[in-house]
């Protein structure tokens, strides 16, 4: 074949299919990795490799069973500690080659971590007497994943799932009560932001940090949620109101909700729309509305030098931004990306409830 492709240096990064390391020939036709961690998607790996055998003229990985769909594969990249979690862990879904003229056949690999398995079918069933937290177990149980879910403790008599994916149906119940769904591993985690824990990582703007964009947006911000229903049961309004100092605030002295109403005065969001049933359950549905909107506030884009063990789900502290824009992120996507010549850089998008 015509046009040989220039190849990456034997890959720093450790990649398993099914248990077991890359073969020789395989790390040798290696031209780049890309893993991307994202909280509201599934994550998702490529794996790019040469296709095209010289010697023996045949078309080296888009035939191999070695990379068939279903297969398990593993990424941990170099560097990083031996007790330190895989960048990636999930299972094959695509294989898609690539003849161009002039160029060596390339083939990529694609692979999506274990919270694909939620997204695979509809379903309409009812769930008795159970907590969401409870849900959340029954549907991890169901997709062969351990659960790891914080406990919402309010008991709900039947709660629908109406022709929805399982992904599609956690994800409301976990709206509903300002939580956030995905997987580390074969866990699937079920919980709160977790936007009070200690920072991971210190990233200046200049040295870990080479590219950075934030925006802050004070439009539509109100300080204060309202959900009403009606209690056909006992002839009563539920009415649930909560203000914005229920979410952290990171290390400001008020969240960005509060900034804004003490601004351009006080302002209240009513949803009369969201069927529920209790005052417990009202009170959960307009924290979550509060958070959402909180963490949206400040976000910015990074982007610098390869950063192995930068997650979702994490807080970092972030230097050199000047004074409304430097402090304390929560990770909510990260893309890591490994090109030709081990090139390795770390991209990720960073929100914030206050500034």
Excluded at 75 to 104: K, L, N, T, Y
Excluded at 197 to 205: A, D
Excluded at 272 to 301: D, H, I, W
Aim: proline share 4%; net charge neutral; glycine share 10%.
């Amino acid at each position: 074949m015509p046009g040989a492709m220039a190849n990456v240096a034997p890959p720093t990064w450790t990649v398993k299919v099914n248990g077991s390391a890359l073969p020789l020939d395989a790390e040798h036709d290696l031209l780049g990795i890309r893993i991307e961690q994202d909280l509201d998607a599934i994550g998702m790996l490529t794996i790019q490799l040469m296709n095209w055998n010289s010697e023996t003229l045949g078309h080296t990985w888009s035939d191999s069973p070695l990379l068939g769909v279903g297969a398990s594969v593993e990424v941990q990249p170099g560097g990083s500690g031996a007790g330190d979690p895989a960048a990636f862990v999930g299972e094959i879904i695509g294989v898609e080659p690539v003849w161009s003229s002039g160029r060596s056949p390339t083939v990529t690999v694609r692979a999506y971590d274990f919270l694909h398995r939620l997204n695979r079918s509809t379903m309409t069933r009812t769930f008795v007497n159970l907590t969401d937290s409870d849900i959340a177990s029954r549907v991890a149980r169901e997709a062969g994943l351990r659960a790891q879910v914080t406990n919402t403790r309010t008991k709900h008599t039947h709660v629908l799932q109406s022709n929805q994916t399982n992904l599609e149906f956690l994800r409301s119940r976990a709206r509903r009560n300002g939580y956030e769904v995905f997987v580390r591993g074969k866990e699937l985690h079920f919980r709160e932001p977790a936007l009070g824990q200690p920072v991971e990582h210190t990233l200046r703007v200049g040295e870990e940090i080479a590219e950075f964009a934030a925006w802050l947006s004070a439009a539509g911000r109100a300080g204060t949620q309202t959900v009403r229903a009606w209690d056909a049961r006992r002839k009563e309004d539920i009415v649930g109101t909560r203000a914005s100092r229920v979410v952290p605030t990171m290390g400001a002295d008020t969240t960005g909700l509060g900034q804004a109403d003490k601004i351009f005065g006080a302002a209240t969001v009513t949803t009369a729309t969201v069927p529920v049933r209790s005052q417990e359950e009202a009170e959960k549905l307009v924290v979550g509305r509060l958070r959402t909107s909180a963490l949206a506030y400040v976000e910015a884009e990074a982007e610098g030098p390869g950063l192995a063990t930068l997650r979702t789900g994490t807080t970092v502290g972030v230097e050199g931004a000047g004074t409304t824009f430097s402090g304390t992120y929560y990770v909510a996507q990260v893309v890591h990306t490994l090109a030709e010549g081990n090139h390795f850089r770390t991209a990720y998008r960073l929100r914030r409830t206050a500034a």
